[in-house]
């Protein structure tokens, strides 16, 4: 196993410890700065960054940011809101005035997005990494038309039209997603979609048309680092929740077989097979194909896998693999799984291509009506630059903005990147090197890899950096127009004493000219913390 492969699995391995180590739901005390008004109900428009990648095709673009390009370097802090006694882990999500966010330790939270105060919290009963997607439960039926009629002569029609309750749905460490009632935060359903003792949520559930699409992740990589451990039985999938009840409509594995004994390892254990191929991303819904894309990761037994380290294709409607394209291991010693959701954009041309990063530090750009055929594949880094994309890029009209974390190089190295392709061709534009970090913790773990998703606005791109750097660049040539420390003490709005840290996995998210970031995912390198801070112009 590649060592930034390996050290991403003992992360994940610290990271489950830490959210089962968590205090059990209820035992966490409220918060102190609660609401003075209660919240209304949670209706959906356009102001909003919803789920990972703001849309279905999960761009990471917001087009309306309520911000200009020439206000950014006046950017300052709003507010800061400390989590209590835990890591951060899930983006923040803003629909309807709200910020929805959840913690490593399984608290979700819903807080006025201009103040910070909270409206309510709940307590799942695993940790919580993914973001929270925000959707109408399935519309109730209508009455008969005979009553229907008798309450138009009545007078009581208005009572017919009758509008389905939001719910915000995320997933869990244990592999069981949830929704809840997004103006209370009651739980409406919990599903449990895979219950392998290893499975987890890590990419947000993608709601559409009344399903709720969820991908599955494992732990198990982490375990088999134990030669004690008989490696492995998990497999990967996806599948369809009926968004009203979370009754699982279709499941379809990435790994086709049930495993088997198959071999013992040099200490004498059992070891299984096949078995892998987990799904780390939130899924990309192509509404005109009618099909789901996912990326894959690699095979976590010696029994090659045709849907490992792979974009594939499925049918929304009953969860058929329509195609899969493979991305071989394009380097000797390169990690060749995927991390981050695709990227579904349309060309100038009106032709669309999917954009896939990968964790080599390979980038392409896929052809969606030719099962996938790679149109362009370019190595975004290379040399003392080499490294990985991570958790995702951003993409505009015009260019894919990739963040390289030289943390997921092989040999591992500190540096990182941000460099814009042509969307058509995968010309590179232009590449801004990180600048050599200061860390205010120290040298210890202080690196300036871009692990951290990127999010872009018209004119601007933001990456966050594991030195606890949040950056804004210009879209035009890459010149950075702002730079905050988030690694540091803040004075938070719900009074929790709360720290900065490390910027990785989850990235900006923009509304109403506010740019919302988690501070603090320092579990495998660099700095934790605890802290979701607001930025705006002069911080108003």
């Not at 929304?316 to 195609?323: A, H, Q, S, T, V």
């Amino acid at each position: 196993m590649p060592a930034p492969v390996l050290a991403r699995s003992f992360a994940l391995a610290a990271l489950l410890a830490a959210a089962a180590a968590a205090a059990a739901p209820g035992d966490a005390p409220p918060e102190s700065n609660r609401c003075a008004a209660a919240a209304g109900p949670v209706a959906l428009g356009n102001a909003q960054w919803n789920g990972w990648g703001r849309g279905l095709d999960n761009t990471r673009y917001q087009p309306e940011p309520a911000i200009r390009a020439a206000d950014v370097p006046q950017l300052a802090l709003k507010w800061a809101f400390g989590y209590q006694g835990s890591a951060v882990a899930g983006q923040p999500t803003i629909v309807d005035g709200r910020v929805f966010v959840a913690s490593a330790a399984g608290r979700i939270y819903s807080l006025d997005a201009k103040t910070g105060c909270t409206y309510w919290t709940y307590d799942a009963q695993a940790g919580v990494h993914t973001a929270i997607s925000i959707a109408e439960l399935a519309p109730p039926k209508k009455p008969p038309k005979s009553k229907r009629i008798m309450k138009r002569k009545l007078g009581l029609a208005h009572l017919d039209v009758q509008k389905a309750p939001s719910a915000a749905f995320f997933g869990d460490d244990r592999g069981a997603v949830y929704a809840l009632d997004a103006e209370k935060g009651t739980l409406l359903w919990k599903t449990l979609v895979e219950g392998h003792p290893t499975a987890r949520i890590q990419g947000a559930p993608a709601p559409y048309q009344n399903r709720l699409y969820v991908a599955v992740a494992s732990s198990e990589s982490s375990a088999a680092a134990n030669s004690n451990y008989p490696c492995c039985t998990f497999r990967g999938s996806v599948a369809a929740l009926d968004i009203a009840n979370g009754q699982v409509l279709w499941k379809t594995y990435t790994v086709n077989e049930d495993p088997r004994p198959y071999r013992k390892s040099a200490a004498g254990i059992q070891e299984f097979g096949p078995a892998g191929v987990p799904i780390q991303a939130s899924p990309t819904i192509d509404t005109g194909r009618g099909l789901l894309y996912v990326t894959t990761g690699k095979s976590y037994t010696g029994i090659e896998q045709p849907l490992a380290n792979a974009v594939a294709a499925f049918g929304l409607e009953d969860g058929k693999l329509r195609w899969a394209k493979p991305l071989a291991r394009p380097e000797a010693g390169a990690a060749a799984e995927f991390e981050s959701s695709p990227i579904l954009r349309t060309l100038a041309s009106g032709k669309q291509v999917i954009l896939a990063g990968q964790l080599s530090g390979f980038v392409y750009g896929l052809d969606p009506d030719r099962a996938g055929e790679i149109l362009w594949q370019v190595k975004v880094a290379d040399g003392k630059n080499a490294g990985g994309v991570e958790w995702g890029a951003a993409a505009d009209h015009h260019s894919l903005y990739v963040a390289i974390s030289g943390l997921a190089a092989e040999p591992q190295e500190m540096s990182g990147s941000l460099t814009a392709l042509d969307m058509k061709t995968g010309a590179k534009r232009w590449q801004t090197l990180a600048p050599t970090p200061m860390c205010s913790w120290g040298e210890q773990g202080c690196a300036h890899a871009q692990a951290q998703a990127v999010t872009v606005i018209p004119g601007v791109a933001f990456s966050g950096s594991m030195d606890g750097h949040l950056r804004a660049y210009s879209t035009i040539d890459g010149k950075i127009l702002w730079d905050y420390e988030t690694a540091k003490d803040f004075v938070t709005v719900n009074r929790v004493k709360a720290s900065g840290g490390s910027l990785d996995q989850g990235g900006a998210t923009i509304v109403n000219g506010v740019i919302y970031v988690n501070s603090g995912y320092g579990l495998r390198i660099g700095q934790p913390g605890n802290v979701l801070l607001a930025f705006s112009v002069a911080g108003k």
